[in-house]
């Protein structure tokens, strides 16, 4: 089993820069995929960024030129800059190895002045 915990979530005015983390515990040996999603209240959950194992990245449309997702170890990181009101969201951590996929809790990014 792997464990995820996101942490770095909160308050930011439009413009503003925060940086995500997620920390992976557990059997962390094989992953090799990690992404970042987000999801607003009553949408489905969307892919933000991939990570995949190379140091390949992926990222949507919406969040690219602004958003760099980045793996040190077991610690996933998404810096987001240059901040918009519809980045708000709970972001989750996202993690494959092998054939079983897992999850963290989110944590919670809100864009606003």
């Known amino acids: 089993q792997v464990q995820l915990v996101e942490s770095g979530g909160a308050l930011v005015q439009p413009g503003g820069s925060l940086r995500l983390s997620c920390t992976a515990s557990?059997?962390?040996?094989?992953?090799?995929?990690m992404a970042w999603y987000r999801q607003v209240p009553g949408q489905q959950r969307e892919l933000v960024a991939t990570w995949l194992s190379g140091g390949r990245t992926n990222y949507d449309d919406s969040v690219k030129g602004r958003f760099t997702i980045s793996r040190d170890n077991d610690k996933l990181y998404l810096q987001m800059n240059s901040l918009k009101p519809e980045d708000t969201a709970v972001y989750y951590c996202?993690?494959?190895?092998?054939?079983?996929?897992?999850w963290g809790q989110g944590t919670q990014v809100s864009v606003s002045s």
């Open positions: 557990g059997s962390t040996f094989g992953i090799n995929a």
């Open positions: 996202w993690a494959n190895r092998l054939v079983q996929t897992f």
